[in-house]
Nanobody, 128 residues
Framework: QLELVESGGGLVQPGGSLRLSCVAS????????IGWFRQAPGKEREGVSC????????NYVDSVKGRFTISRDNAKNTVYLQMNSLKPEDTAVYYC?????????????????????WGKGTLVTVSS
């Protein structure tokens, strides 16, 4: 059974940091591109970051560039999202996802529509 489980969310003050984890089971995560997505209340889901299978290619949505870092630990079958300098507008439920056909960060990683597998999400709240 293929499964993704996110963790690491929580309440943090503006300017703070969190590290989200996406642990995969039932498959080798490094064989696929993995995306982080978020959805804030009343807003559409957006792609935050993507790392290709093998890790050679990484991208970020403009609003998080320079603040967030995506990485993978193949020994732990885990992808991380290190989030620094958090802002209230980063508040959202964060999800990781992948599609069985894609090792590259193709266009569907911009919104997540069409992705095969999703975790259940982890809530990040940035507030003073």
């Amino acid at each position: 059974q293929l499964e993704l489980v996110e963790s690491g969310g929580g309440l943090v003050q503006p300017g703070g940091s969190l590290r989200l984890s996406c642990v995969a089971s039932g498959f080798t995560l490094d064989n696929y591109a993995i995306g982080w997505f978020r959805q804030a209340p009343g807003k559409e889901r957006e792609g935050v970051s993507c790392i290709s299978g093998g890790g050679a290619y990484i991208n970020y949505v403009d609003s998080v560039k320079g603040r967030f870092t995506i990485s993978r630990d193949n020994a732990k079958n885990t992808v991380y999202l290190q989030m620094n300098s958090l802002k209230p507008e980063d508040t959202a439920v964060y999800y990781c996802a992948f599609h069985r056909l894609f090792k590259l960060c193709v266009d569907i990683f911009r919104t997540g529509y069409g992705m095969d597998y999703w975790g259940k999400g982890t809530l990040v709240t940035v507030s003073s």
